[in-house]
């Protein structure tokens, strides 16, 4: 397959919507909090993510600089900001590479089918910041799926079965709520031992019926149900938040954080209203989905009609994509003349909503809530995927072609957390992964053909100022900021001492 070369151009990172909503109103954002709470901040944490994201893809705060290896043309591409809450570029990015490692290291060549079980609301919000209850719920879910799985393959004669899961915890929905819920990959069928090839077998099992679905997410809700009694907590007492350690954290969060899940504003003039619908019917009546494979019960949903066939890798890293996909669209913001910003839905709501309207605190609110706590882990495994499953190794070999050359690369974890997920081996450079994503191959020279080599990473302020003064005076910008798409020639290039 023949690669695009030219049509590649560095994303205007200053020039987008939510770059510049943020940066405009972060700080009275920051101060409406704190008068909100009595004088206390926002978690460090969520302040950090949204400075962070201020940097990220600006050039005045660092850059890898490229040059050509015929032509010496050179191309400057500024250093990202690696947040995990609402930056699209980033999320993006992590998107395609975490997707491509399922594929590529993980994910066996067997059928797949995705399960995604949405919780109570007062449940979501005792999950967003409680990341050990949290896991310790999607155990409870994982084990009744694994058991599900075990017990049909009893009736095909398999009596040690076992599947495998890969859960992505996504803290968002579409309208950019806080809205935890899980989304896993199973294996549809299981995996059981030949002792007379002394290898592992793949059994495909037919896809469930709406009826198993059902009693699936019944034993879910009973058994998630005993596990918060275990705990003390009960989802719908409604005076638990006296002994909420979110409100005795931040208090200013904790109200944040219950407004998004309810679809209301928590700050400002339009406290404890709805967040504007366009398109609305206020008379619509709530209808439940009636979809294959789709249960509710108790506030608890669970649907089960979406799959990968075992030879469609493709669809399969689509499906991936859509687990791991970011929170935030940047082409479905839309800044109007007076401040305000419209964020278009995917697809339409049942009451017919097709666009929510966002005062500039009040989107940066929701995004506020879509933060995850540093160092916890999103991406978990369990059944013979598990690190720590005695078969992991032989399971993820299956059915695999015969291994390549080894590629060197460096582990790069994105965060600290109890061993439950794979070991990450590669660390995917921004070029593959914009060939993997995109088709374009982002180091050929658009002069010339050739190929552009990383030469330098420039982080020092005053080195930063000096490349970026000389492409501005060189483009007649003396005194207006660099343009979103630099690239330097070679007089340019040996201006700046490169």
């Known amino acids: 397959m023949s690669l695009s070369t030219g049509d590649y151009r560095p994303r205007d990172a ?89 594929v590529d290291e993980v994910l066996p060549r067997v059928p797949v089918r995705q399960w995604v079980l949405s919780l109570p609301y007062r449940l979501r919000y005792l999950l967003a910041w409680d990341h050990a209850l949290a896991r310790a719920v999607l155990g409870v879910y994982v084990r009744v799926l694994l058991g599900f799985q075990r017990q049909r393959a009893r009736r095909y004669g398999i009596c040690d079965g076992r599947s495998g899961s890969v859960t992505v915890i996504q803290r968002f929905g579409g309208g950019l709520n806080l809205n935890g819920h899980y989304h896993t990959l199973l294996f549809d069928g299981v995996f059981f031992a030949d002792r007379a090839n002394d290898a592992l077998d793949f059994r495909p099992l037919p896809p469930p019926t709406d009826e198993e679905v059902g009693h699936v997410l019944a034993r879910i809700a009973v058994r998630v149900q005993r596990l918060l009694k275990r705990r003390w907590l009960d989802p719908c007492d409604t005076d638990m938040c006296q002994a909420d350690p979110v409100v005795e954290e931040s208090p200013v969060l904790a109200g944040i954080s219950s407004a998004s899940i309810q679809g209301r504003i928590a700050l400002g003039p339009r406290a404890g209203a ?52 970011p929170a935030v669209a940047q082409d479905r913001l839309r800044l109007l003349d007076d401040g305000r910003i419209v964020l278009t839905l995917k697809t339409a709501w049942a009451d017919g909503t097709r666009q929510l309207l966002f005062e500039p605190l009040e989107l940066l609110e929701k995004l506020a809530a879509l933060i995850p706590r540093p160092r916890i882990n999103l991406v978990l495994y369990h059944g013979v995927l598990a690190p720590h ?67 330098a990473t420039v982080e020092a302020p005053d080195a930063i100022r000096a490349i970026l003064g000389a492409l501005a005076e060189s483009e007649g910008l003396v005194g207006r900021a660099p343009p979103p798409v630099p690239a330097l020639n070679a007089s340019q290039a040996a201006a700046t001492g490169a």
């Open 14 to 102: 200053e020039h987008a919507v939510l770059y510049r909503v943020i940066d405009e109103h972060l700080d009275a954002f920051l101060d409406t909090a704190r008068r909100h709470a009595d004088g206390a901040p926002l978690p460090a944490f969520v302040e950090q993510e949204f400075r962070d994201f201020l940097t990220c893809g600006v050039l005045a705060h660092g850059f890898a600089r490229l040059r050509c290896t015929d032509c010496a043309l050179e191309r400057l591409v500024p250093f990202s900001c690696k947040g995990r809450g609402f930056c699209p570029s980033c999320g993006g990015r992590r998107m395609t590479e975490c997707a491509a490692r399922q």
């Open 274 to 325: 709805r967040v504007w619908r366009v398109g609305a019917d206020p008379d619509a009546p709530w209808v439940l989905s009636t979809a294959p494979r789709h249960a509710h019960l108790a506030g608890f949903d669970l649907h089960a009609n979406v799959d990968a066939p075992a030879s469609d890798r493709t669809r399969l890293e689509q499906l991936c994509r859509y687990l791991l996909r």
């Open 389 to 455: 499953s005695g078969w992991r190794a032989r399971v993820v070999a299956h059915g695999a072609p015969p291994a390549e050359a080894p590629v060197v690369a460096s582990a790069a974890p994105e965060a600290d957390d109890e061993p439950t997920t794979a070991p990450v081996v590669r660390y995917w450079a921004w070029a593959d992964l914009m060939r993997r994503a995109f088709d374009i191959d982002v180091l050929a020279c658009p002069r010339c053909g050739g190929r552009l080599r990383l030469i």
